[in-house]
């Protein structure tokens, strides 16, 4: 694109191309994203670059109102519409019928399209998913904790399951409820090892992670796992953070559908008064977890 094209969409503050480049300010020494709200600088004093690695080389920093550095993001409207279609595709698949139907009755337009992306939300091909997770391996182990137990399932690739609870057998048939065609076989030592590390830290440890949502939910999972031990977050500081502030409601939302207890620290993302709001494996959980950071410290 031509330097007039990009100073065009930077003007227009065009959304739909952030991510394909930043603009820097000379006197500023800051650069943005195409859409950053901030007052437009004159045409003289703006260099582009096609991504943030060259504007940093360049010796520029990432404004702080549009985070031109923070995962980009589908603006709200379109990711709220994808995450539905998605869900759609996924009852129509498990309604059974074939796959084709499954993307035209989700409202999708072109089966190829959904096939190529699908493997990466759905974290299996469409046919995979219908099947319950038929052909995928999961493993798991269950170790006791301060929150009772806990138990951790993986994929070849990492941790796609974390859940606490009070009973082993109950854990387990959660799983297989989870992912009904897959075959699920109890882990091995190295496998306990691990549940055994993310029950003692409270998650805090590196794990790998075999985790699958929509673009909004990673992004609300990833910055759940920058907030450190003994800290708290409101869902509207996440929202923020996502450069949405009125998605505070959404990023609830991802909070609650967080597959991985603990190594995706949700329970550390409580209410704007202070109240700890719900958890997915119950609220006096969420406050001895959140006790136990708060200690640990
Ligand atoms: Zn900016």
Redesign the pocket.
């Known amino acids: 694109m031509k330097d007039s094209e990009l100073w065009e969409a930077m003007t227009r503050r065009d959304s739909l191309f952030d991510g394909q480049f930043v603009f820097a300010v000379r006197t500023t020494g ?1 650069y ?2 195409p859409s ?1 709200p ?1 007052k437009r600088p004159k045409r003289e004093n703006v260099e582009f670059f096609a991504n943030t690695t060259e504007a940093t080389a360049a010796g520029y920093r990432a ?1 702080l ?2 985070k ?1 550095d923070a995962p980009k993001l589908v603006p709200p409207n379109r990711a709220e519409k994808l995450a539905l279609k998605r869900e759609r595709f996924k009852a129509a698949l498990r309604a059974g019928g074939n796959v084709t139907d499954a993307v035209y009755d989700a409202g999708f337009g072109s089966p190829s399209r959904v096939y190529e992306s699908a493997q990466e939300w759905l974290g299996m091909t469409p046919g995979q998913y219908q099947r319950g997770g038929e052909g995928l391996r999961i493993r798991y182990a269950v170790a006791k904790c301060i929150a009772g137990r806990l138990l951790l399932a993986a994929t070849d690739k990492g941790v796609c399951a974390a859940a606490l609870g009070d009973d082993r057998d109950r854990l387990i048939s959660g799983l297989r409820d989870e992912y009904p065609r897959a075959t699920i076989e109890a882990g091995d030592a190295s496998l306990k090892a691990w549940a055994e590390e993310a029950a003692r830290t409270l998650g805090n440890c590196r794990l790998p992670l075999d985790v699958t949502g929509t673009p909004f939910q990673l992004a609300v999972w990833r910055e759940l796992r920058g907030i450190p031990r003994g800290e708290r977050r409101t869902y509207s500081q996440i929202a923020v953070r996502l450069g949405q502030p009125a998605a505070v409601r959404a990023v609830a939302n991802a909070c609650a559908k967080n597959p991985v207890a603990l190594l995706i620290p949700c329970h550390r993302v409580v209410r704007q008064d202070g109240s700890l709001a719900g958890y997915r494996w119950g609220a006096a959980r969420k406050r001895i977890l959140l006790d136990a950071d708060a200690l640990s410290i």
Do not use: G
């Open positions: 800051i943005c994203r950053c901030s404004c109102r549009c031109p």
